[in-house]
């Protein structure tokens, strides 16, 4: 009896929905929180970004949290706009402050992440934003968080993203597609860098990239995610190591809809 009444206690736990375990890290201020850590701003954003792919909403109130949070940097104030769209408040005061990150040369702050994510956030990025992210491809197809710096398959993917939303078509999307499948394991994962084991986000971000630029995602991406699955709900980041589930499941839920950023409202 014992172990039948285990079996089923395990069934139950197996059941878990990836976006209820999300959910439940949500914290009384609002935001959201690793297991033994408090709210973080650039977590809380990734959260709602997730549940709304999911098609759920927090339990508490998030929109005040995120108002109110410190914005670390441009990329955290580009979340924090898609954020608030997805939870359907206002968010044209942080709009009005990323207009005001706009850089001579076409950047939106100071690193090609942070042009990336305000494109994908504006609603009109601008002609100078969109040649600039055309200009930091690298000839290997991929690219980089900085300027000048070495391309990895989360930033790519994220410019797919941002360029494909942008109405940019043909050669540019095609390059970042096989960049990320250089960096794709026999099992199905992606790399964040050559040389680095498969991890859950880096394959999640892959996944994203083959939907925006209308391209079937590979199955073994999908079956890479299932096998890293607690019976939490949660997500690991990798064979090895179990780490930040919020913020990995977080960012696997897009990639699980089949859905690219931006989400729409």
């Known amino acids: 009896m014992g172990l039948k009444l285990a079996a089923v206690t395990l069934a139950a736990a197996v059941s878990i929905a990836p976006a ?3 959910a439940n890290r949500q914290q009384p201020d609002g935001g959201f929180a690793e297991p033994g ?5 650039a977590l809380t954003a990734w959260a709602v970004l997730g549940l709304h792919a999911a098609g759920k909403r927090p339990a508490r109130p ?3 949290y995120l108002r109110e949070a410190p914005i670390a940097d441009t990329t955290d104030l580009a979340l924090r706009v898609l954020a608030l769209r997805a939870l359907g408040e206002s968010a044209d005061i942080f709009v009005a402050r990323l207009e005001r990150q706009r850089r001579a040369d076409g950047r939106i702050g100071s690193l090609v992440n942070s042009t990336i994510w305000s494109v994908i956030a504006l609603d009109r990025p601008g002609r100078a ?11 290997s197809g991929g690219w980089s968080w900085a300027p000048n710096g070495a391309p990895d398959s989360n930033d790519t993917a994220a410019a797919i993203q941002a360029l494909r ?13 096989v960049y990320i499948k250089t960096l794709t394991a026999k099992d199905g994962g992606v790399r964040l860098v050559a040389g680095r084991a498969p991890d859950a986000q880096s394959t999640a971000w892959a996944i994203q990239a083959y939907v925006a630029a209308g391209a079937r995602p590979p199955a073994a991406a999908f079956r890479f995610l299932a096998s890293l699955r607690r019976p939490d709900g949660s997500y690991r980041y990798s064979r090895r190591y179990a780490v930040t589930p919020a913020i990995v499941t977080a960012q696997v839920l ?3 809809a089949r859905r690219q950023h931006p989400l729409g409202e």
């Open 165 to 177: 939303k942008a109405g940019v078509r043909g050669r540019p999307i095609q390059r970042g597609l």
């Open 20 to 22: 209820d375990y999300l």
């Open 254 to 256: 897009p990639a699980l």
């Open 129 to 139: 934003a969109i040649r600039y992210l055309l200009r930091q491809q690298r000839r």
């Open 37 to 41: 850590s408090r709210s973080d701003p």
């Open 62 to 64: 998030a929109g005040a």
